[in-house]
């Protein structure tokens, strides 16, 4: 069982954390005081885009995040956001994070997606029991981590007095390169009296080797590398049931019911907040176009200037269109999650799942379309390196290729659910994904 407050010695008075002044004496905070908390926040983040943005290319180069960013992001709250009260945390809720994940995008699609998952990963990490969290938040009031629910083949673990031995490789740990922690969903077999499981592990970056694989065309400033473990040891506090893990009633949600993150699923959550990459970088790509590009490129054979044809007009209106209907589709799902959660409901039934995941993949598509439309009529110079639009455009082929932007899986997915099909037993994992 989780200890109170008073058992764990949080800090529980008026400290100040990252300039933010908390007043979190039940250990929790009060739900009047986070639309405050989210504005002071997203103004601090608005601050940065500029210095971000310069420094776009060298998180290309250095296939991580540059030392001065995280360095900026730290000062202005954003790994604090999602941190439990109790130790000096803000406790933002969906909302904050979509529209974090919206705004960096703005600068640098993988800045955004880094500093999204390290925010968000604290919430991550509340799920966990009152023990764990005190090893990993006391120190700052924040953890930077990692994580990863793809094993490769050959993970797994073995129960073994205390805990868990955990051997195995997983791969996309977006934001490992900056992190003391990483959490890997780990498979354990079957033995005589105990049938096969899974578990996610806490595990400290120190004790797994990080395998250097991130070589990618968009998307390169993740760091998103492997990890390995060989038979490190995982104590039983920092290792949940993976089924409690994606549950609406871990351990943490229990203790600071008012936090209503901690009840959502982790996928959920995801489907949420990343259509706002895509919509973050296709707003830049058409400010770009629009500011740099449509005025001074000449269409070719004397065809005068881009921004005087008929076509451009067009195409330019119909990507502002598909834009605006995708951030209408995002925030609505945003929202819609949002209070459902804080009703303190379990999950909303499978066809509303369904819903709210086609409404993420097609905002996803949506802003991806725009982007191409402005793209398509660029220019060649556009390819250079380091143009702003080729930058989008490989990141844009990245998030359309990752899962939650598998438009033919998705929907696919979710228009059986709509039917009303029941799902084979291969297919219920899908399901449950929704």
Not at 73 to 86: D, N, Q, R, S
Not at 117 to 132: C, K, S
């Amino acid at each position: 069982m989780l200890k109170t407050s008073d058992d764990t010695n949080p800090r529980t008075r008026s400290d100040d954390v990252d300039g933010f002044s908390t007043e979190t004496a039940d250990g929790r905070v009060a739900a009047s005081d986070r639309n405050r908390r989210t504005e002071e926040l997203l103004d601090r983040v608005r601050a940065l885009l500029p210095g971000i943005r310069s420094r776009a290319e060298q998180a290309e180069d250095l296939r991580r995040l540059p030392d001065a960013t995280i360095q900026d992001l730290t000062e202005a709250g954003v790994f604090a956001m999602h941190a439990p009260a109790e130790f000096g945390g803000l406790e933002l809720e969906i909302d904050a994070l979509f529209e974090l994940a919206l705004l960096l995008g703005t600068a640098c699609t993988s800045t955004a997606w880094t500093a999204t998952f390290l925010a968000y990963h604290n919430a991550a990490l509340g799920r966990f029991p009152a023990e764990t969290q005190q090893e990993v938040f006391a120190d700052r009031g924040f953890a930077l981590s990692a994580g990863s629910f793809h094993p490769l083949p050959g993970s797994r673990g073995e129960l073994v007095d205390g805990g868990i031995r955990v051997t195995g490789r997983w791969d996309f740990c977006s934001g490992v390169m900056h992190s003391d922690w990483c959490f890997v969903d780990v498979p354990v077999e079957a033995t005589g009296d105990q049938p096969a499981t899974r578990f996610v592990c806490l595990i400290p970056v120190s004790e797994l080797e990080v395998v250097d694989v991130w070589h990618t065309t968009g998307m390169r400033g993740t760091g998103s590398n492997d990890v390995k473990a060989e038979g490190v040891f995982v104590p039983a506090h920092h290792a949940l049931h993976t089924p409690d893990f994606h549950g609406t009633e871990t351990p943490g949600a229990l203790h600071r019911p008012g936090h209503s993150l901690l009840r959502m699923p982790i996928y959920r959550a995801a489907g949420i907040f990343h259509p706002a990459f895509a919509i973050g970088s296709a707003e830049r790509a058409l400010e770009v176009f629009r500011t740099e590009i449509a005025g001074r490129r000449q269409r070719p054979v004397n065809g005068g200037p881009l921004v005087q044809a008929p076509l451009t007009h067009s195409r330019y209106a119909k990507a502002v269109t598909l834009l605006h209907s995708a951030t209408l589709m995002a925030r609505a799902q945003s929202d819609e999650a949002g209070a459902h959660y804080a009703g303190h409901a379990g999950n909303p039934d499978l066809p509303a799942r369904a819903i709210m995941r086609l409404s993420s993949v097609s905002a996803i598509t949506q802003a991806a379309e725009a982007v191409e439309l402005v793209t398509r009529v660029s220019g060649g110079s556009m390819f250079r390196r380091g143009s702003e639009l080729d930058r989008i455009k490989r990141d844009m082929a990245v998030l359309l290729n990752h899962n939650s932007g598998d438009a033919d899986f998705h929907t696919e997915t979710a228009g059986k659910v709509l039917l009303g099909l029941e799902p084979t037993g291969a297919e219920a994992g899908a399901y449950r994904a929704l």
